[in-house]
């Protein structure tokens, strides 16, 4: 049973190519990207393709909140930070005063990707100080003194997954369902379906969701080079091509997206208008023996057929689809391969874009960033392409992958996301 009606009234995105929902559909309209080659000479004994990704500039302090949370700022991460933005840009987008709203009807939702305090490098700085130049065991009274002046007293709480989650709980008073999801992709779009859930079967009236990522860090480039997911950047920042023959996996970056989600009932009580309806959602899993990289095919199939199921739609209803498209070669061939055995060789393929590659992936973020920018190719009825792609495998000629912007028009869109480990979820989202 689907249950209720929920809305999408408020929505929020900050990334490495806007600081607003509008300012990056612009630049998706634009063809713009935000990856480019960050040097650091920190970091300069890295292989090159670590310098590429999607930077937010600025955005290095939280906005300003209420005084009884300002002791708890310097608690915040970087991710937690953008997502602070994100989510006080969808609030305001939906019109709503979370005061009005009973703190016991309120749910949030958080998916959270933040490996920054990963490493332990907060202890460089007193490392280098007591180790001396040939970086020697220390001294252990030397180091804690060091360490005492050198390290913040924070720096395990800026680590902690759950920080947004807990500054946002506090900020609009959520005292309804919740969860904080910490992982890789797809938590952004295991949190949409959470919240969902829970306002489909009313056990609440409005929700919150969350993703927010920074995968910009030496440790965790080191991780995901290690996994072979990273693209080489033989030619630059041009070399993230997700579906193309030629890929060879992507660059990352930071961000946040946010959504306000309401029960079709309780919007309409206060006269709110939707930007987009959730009608389906599904989350499937699938191990897999090879290093857990490839992307279970028949776990995107399942997830795309129970989602289609409980929106009651049928392929050619949609107008497009986002793959989640991270340009790695087995990903893109699972994720390509599943969504042929569920449309077939359809006479009028429906068309299909990656947007990552104007971000850079976002990893918590990034699905759920794309939902918010489908939501304004619905409304323009115009689809954005694939940065990089040119060249088809000869298995997947079939699907539609356009190379240039163009005119799009159905009833809603489907846009999938996978994780590292098997996961996979798909969600349909319609128009108003």
Known sequence: MRGAEVWITGVGLLTSVGESAGENWASLR?????????????????????????????????????????????FLNRSSILGLYAAAEAVACAGLDMGDVAPDRKSLYVGSGDFTRVGYVDFYAALKQTAGEAWDAPEPASLNEAALHRVSPFFLLEGLPNNLFSYLSAMYEFMGPNGSFSSLSSCGAQALENCDRVLRFGEADVGLVVGCGSWAHPMVLLELDGLGILSRAKEGAASFRPFDKRRDGFFPGEGAAALVLESAESARARGARPLGRVLGTANCQEFSSDRYIPVPTGAVRRSVESAMAEADLASGDLAFILPHGSATPQGDAGELSAL???GGKAKDPVPLAGWKPYTG???????????????RAMKDGRLPPTPGFALKEEAFETHHIPTEECAVAGAAFLSLSHGIGGQSSATIVAAP
């Open 361 to 375: 992936h976002m990893g918590s973020a990034s699905d759920l960033a794309e939902i918010v920018l489908g939501l």
């Open 340 to 342: 042929l055995e569920y």
């Open 30 to 74: 634009a063809g713009r990207s935000g990856i480019a080659r960050h040097p650091s000479e920190e970091n300069g004994t890295l292989p090159d393709n670590f310098f590429y990704h999607g930077a937010v500039p600025g955005h290095q302090d939280p906005p300003e909140v209420p005084p009884k949370l300002a002791s708890q700022r310097k």
